[in-house]
């Protein structure tokens, strides 16, 4: 499975500036998407503030359950990250924010 962060640029027309927000897809349907943002943000950055939310809130760890988007926010979007990743991907994303935890309480 693919798993992409797509980058939009978002035209804000009241204050005559772009505006960022970020989606990540696995195999084609939106996850989680952050909030706008003025300025480009590097993709390791937007990387892990994403799957750090992601771990945090998901409640549904099958992917397929998610449904399929084209061009979430209306306006062409630019892949910014990209990496193949297994179908159990939402179970060792927990399972890895779970034992991180657990590294923390021992320290």
Same mark, same amino acid.
């Given at each position: 499975?693919?798993?992409?962060?797509?980058?939009?640029?978002?035209?804000?027309?009241?204050?005559?500036?772009?505006?960022?927000?970020?989606?990540?897809?696995?195999?084609?349907?939106?996850l989680?998407? $952050? =909030? +706008?943002?003025?300025?480009? /943000?590097?993709?390791?950055?937007?990387?892990?503030? @994403?799957?750090?939310?992601?771990?945090?809130n998901?409640?549904?760890?099958?992917?397929?359950?998610?449904?399929?988007?084209?061009n979430?926010?209306?306006?062409?979007?630019?892949?910014?990250?990209?990496?193949?990743? $297994? =179908? +159990?991907?939402?179970?060792? /994303?927990?399972?890895?924010?779970?034992?991180?935890? @657990?590294?923390?309480?021992?320290?």
């Amino acid at each position: 499975m693919k798993l992409q962060i797509v980058e939009y640029k978002i035209p804000d027309l009241l204050e005559v500036n772009i505006n960022y927000r970020y989606v990540l897809y696995v195999d084609g349907r939106a996850l989680v998407w $952050s =909030d +706008s943002s003025i300025g480009k /943000l590097p993709s390791e950055v937007v990387y892990d503030k @994403l799957t750090q939310y992601l771990a945090n809130n998901c409640k549904d760890y099958n992917i397929h359950s998610y449904t399929k988007y084209q061009n979430i926010f209306g306006f062409g979007g630019e892949v910014v990250f990209e990496k193949e990743v $297994s =179908d +159990s991907y939402l179970k060792e /994303l927990y399972n890895a924010r779970r034992m991180k935890a @657990l590294e923390e309480d021992f320290k």
